[in-house]
């Protein structure tokens, strides 16, 4: 097995073979992550908070460095199977080529801007590929809510009067769905740009749990989406890989072509 820590990203290899022999000029760099701020990230609710301490400074000791405290879901990051799974792969125990995947956008900000707790459906995702055609085999499948304008606000969490949060994700049914026909085939991830790919009601996190048990990955609380097209680019995930880690804050690029 290849390991996430020592593998080598190939372009040309595996489920991440980029379309018509297009070669690294060819794509262009979008940047899908947050910047973490202390004064700007959303933590999750119960999860250790995050600080950036300045220990060095250029004129006192010649150099500049941070010590960072945060949890591994800390902004933008990557979820592994182990992360509610005794049994499956932990982030250092992955493949290489389970980070680097294609990806598709479904569009659902005008459904999630009238329902904070809509769910993407099986119609949903059928409507999608009737427009843009089959769902890759082995893809990020990833949901633009409209949850990444709200960055950095309490507006992020939406919390109503009684301390629940409101945010749009994938059904139970949609991602079975994407599971029992193979469009995920044996590796691929779910994206979003809110803090999980279930809505936030799913306290007891259905969606997560269905996806990590068949050695998926989530990639949550994506940013810049506007900028990923809806089909035809490839994500890769980047972050530290600890041992026995839960997954990573993350640097996500989308290779996207430039034809």
Do not use: C
């Not at 899908?32 to 700007?40: E, I, K, M, Q, T």
């Not at 790919?197 to 269905?210: G, H, I, M, T």
């Not at 880690?245 to 640097?251: E, L, N, T, V, Y």
């Amino acid at each position: 097995m290849v390991s996430a820590v020592g593998g080598t990203m190939a372009a040309g290899g595996g489920s991440a073979q980029a379309s018509g022999g297009l070669g690294l000029n060819d794509y262009r760099l979008v940047n899908l992550a947050h910047v973490n701020d202390p004064d700007r990230t959303n933590v999750y609710p119960g999860d250790p908070a995050f600080t950036l301490t300045t220990v060095t400074t250029v004129p006192e000791h010649g150099f500049y460095l941070q010590y960072v405290e945060q949890g591994e879901h800390t902004g933008t990051h990557w979820g592994a199977p182990a992360h509610f799974n005794d049994d499956q792969p932990h982030a250092d125990e992955l493949d290489a080529e389970d980070l680097f995947l294609p990806a598709v956008k479904v569009d659902v900000r005008e459904r999630a801007a009238r329902d904070a707790d809509y769910e993407v459906t099986v119609e949903d995702l059928r409507r999608w590929e009737k427009r843009h055609g089959r769902i890759p085999r082995e893809a990020a499948v990833v949901l633009w809510t409209g949850w990444q304008d709200r960055w950095g606000t309490p507006a992020f969490y939406n919390f109503d009067g009684d301390g629940q949060m409101h945010q749009p994700g994938f059904s139970l049914a949609a991602v079975e769905w994407l599971v029992g026909t193979g469009r995920l085939g044996r590796r691929g991830a779910l994206g979003t740009d809110t803090f999980s790919p279930e809505r936030a009601l799913d306290v007891d996190y259905r969606v997560s749990k269905l996806l990590y048990r068949e050695r998926r990955i989530s990639l949550e609380i994506l940013a810049n989406l506007e900028q990923l097209p809806e089909q035809g680019a490839h994500v890769l995930v980047g972050g530290v890989i600890n041992r026995r880690g839960s997954g990573s804050p993350a640097s996500v690029y989308a290779f996207v072509p430039k034809r």
